[in-house]
């Protein structure tokens, strides 16, 4: 699977990086609801962690249970997937959790590069 070639995980990949989390979400969802496998749990980290965002600057929440969640699925992945640099999400995410203003640490969903 390569997100560059998918319209919704693109939409998915644009909003996330818009800081529009929820929305992110949405996009996702319908791809996640006919995923299997490695796609599946792709999806559901990406979604955990659009959420884990959205509580955090939406609702000042500072419980991380959505990224905990999150972490479930990305260490049954590798640290690429889908054309996706998912360790480099993952820390940019954990930082941007763990930062007193947003501005400090917003996290983008970076494709990787060869």
Not at 59 to 88: Q, T, V
């Amino acid at each position: 699977m390569n997100a560059a070639n998918n319209g919704a995980w693109q939409e998915g990949i644009r909003l996330f990086n818009a800081g529009q989390w929820w929305e992110a979400h949405e996009a996702w969802e319908n791809e996640w609801l006919r995923a299997r496998g490695d796609e599946k749990a792709c999806l559901s980290a990406l979604i955990l962690l659009a959420a884990a965002l959205h509580k955090r600057w939406h609702h000042g929440s500072l419980s991380h249970r959505n990224f905990i969640k999150a972490e479930k699925y990305l260490n049954a992945l590798p640290d690429e997937y889908a054309g996706i640099n998912l360790a480099g999400l993952r820390a940019d995410v954990w930082a941007a959790l763990q930062a007193p203003t947003l501005d400090q640490a917003r996290p983008h969903l970076q494709p990787v590069t060869d």
